[in-house]
């Protein structure tokens, strides 16, 4: 069976640099706060455009971490989109606040603008919109929308480092951008692993005591915090990766586009195919097919060798332990619910070989022909 994703040519590629910044790391011993550290954390700032950058134990925490930074809890609303991964509204319900969940945009698949307008209240305190399969929302116009309410905006850009809106970097919007280096996600590490961008150097110093157990300094705690750091190895991994990263982007860019090229003609079979929108650049987190027939093309391709996933099967509102805590109509979702009853991801990766994309391609081509 073709792999879905396959981490080993990158690791070929990569082998020397990666190894010898393990055996760095090995050898000063400093394996948590090492130097590694904070120069990775430089580096990501440089990247997106901000100015601070904030490693941390996962994409899940680099949510968390701003929240419980900007005092956010109970008798706060909280908007997000309702078709994400999980962890965007897990860590609402984690701050005790009251998450309030938006439907989507069937095009992209972010939340839908209109919808958030509407569902601001006098309790909202912060947006999440989700920068869904590599590409941001219009964070633009989310920016003003917050700017002018006193609103919070905290981009998940978990799926989306690299991504861009007009030449602005995924992470480098609102009041805090973060992203995750979970091994699956554009950028990947050996593990779990995240990051949080923020402009703001007094949030910044309150997110950073966070990390470390709410100290402000050693064996002095000013606030609750958790331990989110990540770890000095991973850095030193991500630092041997974001060298490559721009080439990877490219490579991510190149196979999507012959994707979509020799998809084009299935769009009168009812195959809808990923939109980009002309301001934005995508990372392509994952190449995203949808058609009402998801369920028997995914197992005809799975006869062809070809493995799919789906990025998500259920709404965030309609997993069990959301389902039975919601304050909102149960009706409130309906292109979120289409999406999930329709969307399937084909493997795209930087070193996907040109070979299994062809089989790909004509494996999807033969399957859509003969619906
Ligand atoms: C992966 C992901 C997260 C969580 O990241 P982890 O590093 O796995 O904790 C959060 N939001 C979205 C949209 C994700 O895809």
Redesign the pocket.
């Known amino acids: 069976m073709i792999p879905f994703l396959d981490l080993k040519p990158q690791y070929q590629v990569l082998q020397q640099e990666i190894l010898h910044r393990i055996k760095t790391v090995l050898e000063h011993g400093r394996f948590i706060n090492g130097p590694e550290v904070t120069e990775l954390e430089e580096k990501l700032a440089q990247f997106v455009g901000v100015k601070h950058a904030l490693t941390c134990a996962?994409?899940?925490?680099?949510?968390l971490i701003p929240l419980m930074a900007l005092g956010i809890g109970p008798g706060d609303e909280v908007i997000t989109t309702s078709f994400?991964?999980v962890?965007?509204a897990e860590v609402i319900y984690l701050v005790g606040a009251t998450p309030v969940f938006v439907d989507i945009d069937l095009e992209t698949y972010n939340l839908d603008l209109n919808q958030v307008t509407q569902a601001i209240s006098p309790r909202t305190k912060a947006i999440i919109p989700?920068s869904?399969f590599g590409q941001t929302p219009d964070l633009e116009t989310l920016e003003k929308i917050c700017h002018q309410k006193g609103i919070f905006l905290i981009e998940?850009g978990?799926?989306s480092f690299g991504a861009s809106l007009n030449q602005r970097y995924s992470g480098s919007f609102g009041t805090v951008g973060t992203t995750?280096?979970?091994p699956a996600?554009p950028l990947g590490c050996y593990g779990?692993?995240?990051a949080i961008f923020t402009n703001d150097s007094d949030l910044f110093t309150r997110m950073k005591q966070i990390r470390e157990h709410g100290s402000e300094k050693r064996y002095y705690h000013t606030r609750l915090g958790i331990n989110g750091r990540l770890d000095t190895l991973q850095c030193a991994i991500l630092l041997a990766k974001l060298e490559r990263y721009p080439k990877e982007m490219e490579l991510r860019q190149l196979k999507a586009l012959k994707y979509q090229k020799g998809f084009s003609d299935l769009q009168s079979r009812g195959l809808r195919l990923p939109n980009v929108l002309p301001q934005c650049r995508s990372v392509w987190?994952q190449y995203t097919l949808a058609h009402p027939k998801r369920d028997f093309i995914r197992s005809e391709l799975e006869k062809l060798n070809v493995p799919t996933d789906i990025h998500y099967p259920r709404i965030i509102p309609d997993q069990p332990w959301y389902q039975s805590r919601l304050t909102q109509s149960h009706q409130s979702w309906p292109k979120a619910r289409q999406a999930a009853q329709e969307v399937f991801s084909l493997p795209l990766y930087a070193d996907l070989p040109d070979q299994v994309q062809d089989h790909i391609i004509d494996s999807v081509r033969k399957v859509c022909f003969n619906l």
């Open positions: 996962s994409g899940t925490d680099a949510l994400s991964f962890a965007t989700v869904l998940d978990a799926q995750s280096f979970y996600k779990d692993g995240g987190a």
